[in-house]
């Protein structure tokens, strides 16, 4: 093996020295992830982890739920089990748009995917779109195919979050009745 100048063995020695304090440093802080408040719990104090993370704009994002475990943010939204029979859905008979369902919902991310299965009854035809804060969301369908549609929420992100938003089925039918029903719901990051 040839023969290494010294300055170039002193500088690797210097290297591992330092790789090992920084390993020490590391392996030695309390993670900067995790807090440990305590809480009374039944007359008793309780340490429990506190996890928060906020967004650069000072939004809360993400925390746990200190009492009872599990997430107290985000609110995930469920959608409840719904009508399989069309007849059961909203619905109208009306010629121009008119709002069949609406619903609240708070706003956490700046896309929402919204999928709604339609129908028609026999003989008629008609449409059916959606309304976030009266502004269209995605495409207009005919009734009888599947709206699946992920976009962004009209607005401003920055301004709008942890608000709430409208959203509006709306439909319209000729010769017989149009109806909608909702499936899937949920945010989506940009």
């Known amino acids: 093996m040839p023969q290494l100048p010294e300055d170039i063995i002193d500088r690797l020695n210097q290297m591992e020295r330092r790789l090992k304090a920084l390993s020490t440093a590391v392996n030695t802080r309390p993670p900067v992830n995790e807090f440990r408040p305590a809480t009374q719990s039944g007359g008793a104090t309780v340490t429990r982890p506190l996890f928060r993370i906020f967004d650069g704009y000072n939004h809360e994002i993400f925390a746990d739920d200190i009492t009872t475990g599990g997430l107290a943010r985000p609110w995930l939204p469920l959608l409840p089990p719904l009508a399989t029979d069309p007849a059961k859905w909203p619905?109208?008979?009306?010629?121009?748009?008119?709002?069949?369902?609406?619903?609240?919902?708070?706003?956490?991310?700046?896309?929402?995917?919204?999928?709604?299965?339609?129908?028609?009854?026999?003989?008629?035809?008609?449409?059916?779109?959606?309304?976030?804060?009266?502004?269209?969301?995605?495409?207009?369908?005919?009734?009888?195919?599947?709206?699946?549609?992920?976009?962004?929420?009209?607005?401003?992100?920055?301004?709008?979050?942890?608000?709430?938003?409208?959203?509006?089925?709306?439909?319209?039918?000729?010769?017989?009745?149009?109806?909608?029903?909702?499936?899937?719901?949920?945010?989506?990051?940009?």
């Open 91 to 190: 619905s109208t008979t009306a010629a121009a748009f008119t709002t069949i369902a609406r619903s609240s919902n708070p706003i956490w991310q700046p896309k929402m995917r919204l999928a709604l299965h339609t129908a028609a009854s026999t003989g008629a035809t008609g449409q059916v779109r959606v309304l976030v804060d009266n502004v269209q969301f995605g495409p207009t369908v005919t009734a009888g195919t599947t709206y699946d549609h992920l976009g962004l929420i009209p607005g401003d992100m920055k301004t709008r979050f942890g608000q709430t938003m409208n959203i509006e089925i709306q439909a319209m039918a000729s010769g017989g009745t149009v109806y909608a029903q909702p499936v899937l719901i949920h945010g989506a990051q940009t």
